[in-house]
């Protein structure tokens, strides 16, 4: 019997993908637990064109990602610490700071799980510090460290 996953099922396959099994094994387990539906011509092409909805929904993620990461790029993020002596600051600027201050600065809200830090920063200065927008795109912004 052909069914489609609903969700994932371990050695069988991913959600949404077609596949083969025994008719006991489809009846009691797979749609029993709802982990999928037989395959029939109307439940084929529900499959079909919820797969062509998704492509263009991450399209339009792909294309909105790539212009805010233009739009990033041109960006310079002041953030300001508290230092001691010789310029040393008092802890580091983490991403929570640099999301908080790109609000305050541009208006744009950027989830700070999403920028990267390879190191903390915890000298006066500028840095380029990357933002994972989309699997595949990564913008870069320059932060500039001053003190207070």
Do not use: C
């Not at 099922?9 to 025994?22: A, C, F, L, T």
Request: proline content about 2%; charged content about 35%; hydrophobic content about 35%.
């Amino acid at each position: 019997m052909k069914v489609i996953l609903t969700q994932d099922v371990k050695n069988q396959g991913k959600k949404g993908d077609v596949i083969e099994v025994s008719d006991g094994y489809a009846r009691n387990m797979i749609i029993k637990k709802k982990l999928g539906v037989e395959a029939t011509p109307k439940a084929l092409n529900d499959l079909k064109l919820r797969k062509k909805n998704d492509e263009k929904v991450m399209a339009e993620n792909l294309a909105q990602a790539k212009e805010f990461a233009n739009e990033i790029a041109g960006w310079t993020i002041e953030v300001r610490i508290k230092t001691g002596e010789g310029g040393r600051a008092f802890g580091s600027v983490s991403s929570k700071e640099i999301a908080e201050a790109a609000k305050t600065q541009y208006g744009k809200d950027i989830d700070k799980k999403k920028i990267v830090l390879e190191e903390p920063i915890k000298n006066l200065g500028t840095y380029e510090v990357k933002i994972k927008l989309h699997p595949e795109v990564t913008a870069t912004m320059k932060v500039h460290v001053s003190e207070k």
